[in-house]
């Protein structure tokens, strides 16, 4: 079992930022698939973004240039640097671990979550 831990999130205005952390509760490497969804009121979870394999990373294409995903192995941490926030990007978003990543992420374990609001 992996426990994740998100923090980071909170209100901000449109064009803003914030940084997402999530820490696993097990020793983790680059090759150790880790990411993040969010999912919006009314709306199905859905995937943002990814690392794996020795570094590749992979985003939606509604968060491509404006988010960043990073790790720190060493922190057992990954992190999603949100920049140029818009309205739509407001959701609660979710720290993931584990699993396949194939053509899309197939976690084995969730984080509880982490409220993100934008206003315009």
């Known amino acids: 079992q992996v426990q994740l831990v998100e923090s980071g999130g909170g209100l901000v205005q449109a064009g803003g930022s914030l940084r997402l952390s999530c820490a696993a509760s097990?020793?983790?490497?680059?090759?150790?698939?880790m990411g993040w969804f969010r999912q919006a009121p009314g709306k199905e979870r859905e995937f943002v973004s990814a690392s794996w394999s020795g570094g590749l990373t992979t985003y939606a294409d509604s968060v491509k240039g404006r988010f960043t995903i990073s790790r720190d192995n060493t922190k057992n941490t990954v992190y999603l640097q949100m920049n140029s926030l818009k309205p739509e990007d407001t959701a609660v978003y979710y720290c993931a671990a584990g699993g396949k990543f194939t053509s899309n992420y197939y976690p084995d374990y969730w984080g509880q979550g982490t409220q993100v609001t934008v206003s315009s």
């Open positions: 097990r020793r983790t490497s680059s090759y150790y698939p």
